[in-house]
């Protein structure tokens, strides 16, 4: 059993930035592929960021593209979401969530279904 905790959220102007952490404490962090979603408000969750577990392979939506960067430290079992640039659409609860699954492509890391385990989110708000 895998326990995800995230960390790092708050209230932000646009254009600023932020680093959302998120620690494992139980599990063998290096065996999962790690990603980023978020849920605005009204709006389905989507795919954000994920990263192998080597942390050799990252994938970043389209929208995010540019501005937010994936990272992970397995000496440290954490995850980062470096996020710049940040607009008011930013705005959402971010989630980190494990996978077993090693992908090696984009379609593979965006796949929520495949993702075993889900942090309790942190909230971002981005002011405009």
């Known amino acids: 059993q895998v326990e995800l905790v995230e960390s790092g959220g708050g209230l932000v102007q646009a254009g600023g930035s932020l680093r959302l952490s998120c620690a494992t404490s139980?599990?063998?962090?290096?065996?999962?592929?790690m990603g980023w979603f978020r849920r605005a408000p009204g709006k389905e969750r989507e795919f954000v960021a994920g990263?192998?577990?080597?942390?050799?392979?990252?994938f970043s939506a389209i929208s995010v593209k540019g501005r937010f960067t994936i990272s992970r430290d397995n000496a440290k079992s954490a995850v980062y979401l470096h996020m710049n640039s940040l607009k008011p659409e930013d705005t959402a609860v971010y989630y980190c969530?494990?996978?077993?699954?090693?992908?090696?492509?984009?379609?593979?890391?965006?796949?929520?279904?495949?993702?075993?385990?889900w942090g309790q989110g942190t909230q971002v708000t981005v002011s405009s």
């Open positions: 139980r599990g063998t962090f290096s065996w999962y592929a």
């Open positions: 990263i192998s577990r080597s942390g050799a392979n990252t």
């Open positions: 969530a494990a996978t077993l699954v090693n992908y090696s492509d984009y379609v593979t890391s965006a796949r929520s279904e495949l993702y075993n385990y």
